[in-house]
């Protein structure tokens, strides 16, 4: 049995579920971390990839056993072979998700966390008040698993919670039910599919990628290598709606074309915001982190560095709403600033760029490559575009007039 209130409670022990409530637990404050499934971390739905290690340390620390390959660079294929590479040594690493989610779960733990799995938020209510207190009000489901990921209902109980954070990923359920406009909308979401192939496909170190006309011009392919796996994530994904395509087919044809006899050990998919943040995700005593929140990169798909970084913002704010007796819509907005000015620029600024990149036709979309091309060569200098002036100028004052 739950106790009847807490402090916070969080739903969703992902990474940004869980980086929050051990963030708040550490500050003294009596937390609730609820995890729907029996298995923290599992089913694995994402690509995996996430931030450099000396970041991802911060959040600490982390075993070594959750990391599975040190990236040290990027190669994209883009359309009629002009192709880039991005060398940049740590510039992230491959996460083995099935044991890095319950490592953070543990992290909060550790830091005073009660940590429940097979434990469903069926409900959040309003802001109701008890004395001089402010709650909302959560009704759980508690199961009991039986050891396959299947959760069965046992009970239901009803908690007081002076604070809600909701890390529910990607559907967001709950951000749904409290008025917030989370929901998935058609045209801003990627469905991509993840195939777990047997041994490396690509450079074993590299995030390699296939974009534009010649491969999916409206999403794109990705092999990223689990090296102590010894697998490779071969996935692809492409926006909603689309031409009566089925991603699975799509994706198997792609794999069969670029790695003919490629051993398939098993598939996973799911749907990826590539919306940019949502511009309103808190209200009195409640906030969003994570998927939930959109803080998904709308250029490459990847969230859990943004999730993490959110689930921290949003824990600081909390507590600092805590010591001034205010969880107010308008004082958490403080914690939709911090994510915003610390990846939200980036986000939009990305967001733009994945529609301008799209809507171009095939020649135009040649001659941005080729720009972009002899940037990477170059080391990443500013002074190769003046080896390109017209086309660079061409294309920075289509960008600077695109509306998006």
Same mark, same amino acid.
């Given at each position: 049995?739950?106790?009847?209130?807490?402090?916070? @409670?969080?739903?969703?022990?992902?990474?940004?579920?869980?980086?929050?409530?051990?963030?708040?637990?550490?500050?003294?404050?009596?937390?609730?971390?609820?995890?729907?499934?029996?298995?923290?971390?599992?089913?694995?739905?994402?690509?995996?990839?996430?931030?450099? +290690?000396?970041?991802?340390?911060?959040?600490?620390?982390?075993?070594?056993?959750?990391?599975?390959?040190?990236?040290?660079?990027?190669?994209?294929?883009?359309?009629?072979? @002009?192709?880039?590479?991005?060398?940049?040594?740590?510039?992230?690493?491959?996460?083995?998700?099935?044991?890095?989610?319950?490592?953070?779960?543990?992290?909060?733990?550790?830091?005073?966390?009660?940590?429940?799995?097979?434990?469903?938020?069926? =409900?959040?209510?309003?802001?109701?008040?008890?004395?001089?207190?402010?709650?909302?009000?959560?009704?759980? @489901? +508690?199961?009991?698993?039986?050891?396959?990921?299947?959760?069965?209902?046992?009970?239901?109980?009803?908690?007081?919670?002076?604070?809600?954070?909701?890390?529910?990923?990607?559907?967001?359920?709950?951000?749904?039910?409290?008025?917030?406009?989370?929901?998935?909308?058609?045209?801003?979401?990627?469905?991509?599919?993840?195939?777990?192939?047997?041994?490396?496909?690509?450079?074993?170190?590299?995030?390699?990628?296939?974009?534009?006309?010649?491969?999916?011009?409206?999403?794109?392919?990705?092999?990223?290598?689990?090296?102590?796996?010894?697998?490779?994530?071969?996935?692809?994904?492409?926006?909603?709606?689309?031409?009566?395509?089925?991603?699975?087919?799509?994706?198997?044809?792609?794999?069969?074309?670029?790695?003919?006899?490629?051993?398939?050990?098993?598939?996973?998919?799911?749907?990826?915001?590539?919306?940019?943040?949502?511009?309103?995700?808190?209200?009195?005593?409640?906030?969003? @982190?994570?998927?939930?929140?959109?803080?998904?990169?709308?250029?490459?798909?990847?969230?859990?560095?943004?999730?993490?970084?959110?689930?921290?913002?949003?824990?600081?704010?909390?507590?600092?709403?805590?010591?001034?007796?205010?969880?107010?819509?308008?004082?958490?907005?403080?914690?939709?600033?911090?994510?915003?000015?610390?990846?939200?620029?980036?986000?939009?600024?990305?967001?733009?760029?994945?529609?301008?990149?799209?809507?171009?036709?095939?020649?135009?979309?040649?001659?941005?490559?080729?720009?972009?091309?002899?940037?990477?060569?170059?080391?990443?200098?500013?002074?190769?575009? +003046?080896?390109?002036?017209?086309?660079?100028?061409? =294309?920075?004052?289509?960008?600077?007039?695109?509306?998006?």
């Amino acid at each position: 049995m739950l106790d009847n209130k807490y402090d916070v @409670v969080v739903i969703g022990a992902g990474p940004g579920g869980s980086v929050a409530a051990r963030n708040v637990a550490r500050a003294g404050y009596k937390t609730l971390l609820l995890e729907k499934r029996e298995r923290i971390g599992y089913p694995v739905r994402c690509g995996e990839a996430s931030t450099n +290690l000396e970041d991802l340390q911060t959040y600490g620390p982390i075993s070594e056993d959750c990391i599975e390959t040190i990236i040290n660079g990027l190669y994209i294929y883009g359309p009629n072979g @002009v192709n880039i590479e991005v060398p940049k040594p740590g510039t992230g690493i491959m996460l083995d998700r099935e044991k890095f989610d319950p490592w953070l779960a543990k992290l909060a733990a550790d830091d005073g966390a009660e940590v429940v799995t097979a434990a469903r938020a069926e =409900y959040v209510g309003d802001v109701e008040t008890a004395g001089n207190d402010g709650y909302r009000k959560v009704r759980v @489901v +508690l199961g009991k698993g039986n050891g396959s990921g299947s959760v069965t209902a046992e009970s239901t109980q009803e908690i007081l919670a002076k604070m809600v954070i909701a890390a529910d990923g990607v559907e967001s359920r709950i951000g749904r039910m409290v008025g917030l406009d989370s929901i998935q909308k058609p045209g801003l979401t990627c469905t991509g599919i993840d195939f777990h192939v047997k041994g490396m496909l690509t450079r074993p170190d590299y995030l390699t990628f296939w974009q534009g006309h010649d491969f999916i011009n409206d999403g794109y392919i990705w092999s990223f290598p689990k090296q102590k796996s010894n697998m490779t994530k071969f996935g692809a994904g492409f926006l909603i709606p689309h031409k009566n395509e089925n991603i699975f087919d799509v994706t198997m044809e792609w794999l069969n074309k670029l790695f003919p006899g490629a051993e398939i050990d098993h598939v996973v998919g799911g749907v990826i915001p590539v919306s940019s943040t949502l511009k309103d995700y808190t209200l009195d005593r409640f906030a969003l @982190v994570g998927d939930a929140a959109h803080h998904t990169n709308p250029l490459t798909g990847g969230g859990i560095a943004a999730a993490m970084r959110a689930g921290r913002f949003c824990a600081q704010t909390v507590v600092e709403g805590f010591k001034n007796d205010n969880l107010s819509k308008q004082f958490l907005k403080t914690y939709e600033k911090r994510c915003y000015d610390y990846f939200g620029k980036t986000h939009d600024f990305e967001y733009k760029f994945r529609k301008f990149l799209l809507e171009m036709n095939k020649e135009d979309q040649i001659g941005l490559y080729k720009v972009l091309q002899g940037f990477a060569l170059s080391g990443y200098k500013k002074s190769a575009f +003046l080896k390109t002036p017209i086309q660079t100028a061409k =294309y920075l004052y289509k960008f600077a007039k695109f509306k998006g």
